[in-house]
């Protein structure tokens, strides 16, 4: 499985983004999709998570109210869509998937399989 994130750069605070992973590969239809993101001499945070049929979806306190994750099963591709950037939003930010179904959605990067590279996210003041 390859995830490969685009759509990343730099922005200023209260501007917008949107994240993409574009995801090949899979042997298997049902999978659950996470966004984690590392900012510098930070341990790497759940962000938001989806689950297999777009029902499920969970997120981090941090961005609660201003991101949105979707999927596109067409495309196999999922996003983050993200409102209100604040400089704490710095930071890298990657995706991963696991083979899931039900309303399984993993907060914990421990439960994914497989990664992307990332992108990196500049929010500047």
């Known amino acids: 499985v390859q995830l490969v994130e685009s759509g990343g750069g730099q922005v200023q605070t209260g501007g917008s983004l949107t994240l993409s992973c574009a995801a090949s590969g899979h042997t298997y239809s049902k999978y659950a999709m996470g966004w984690f993101r590392q900012a510098p001499g930070k341990e790497r945070e759940f962000v938001a998570g989806i689950g297999w049929n777009g029902v499920h979806r969970y997120y981090g306190d941090s961005v609660k109210g201003r991101f949105t994750i979707s999927r596109d099963d067409a495309q196999n591709t999922a996003y983050l869509h993200m409102n209100s950037l604040k400089p704490e939003d710095t930071a890298v930010y990657y995706c991963?998937?696991?083979?899931?179904?039900?309303?399984?959605?993993?907060?914990?990067?421990?439960?994914?399989?497989?990664w992307g590279q990332g992108t990196q996210i500049t929010v500047s003041a």
């Open positions: 991963a998937d696991v083979q899931a179904w039900g309303d399984y959605v993993p907060v914990d990067e421990g439960a994914y399989d497989y």
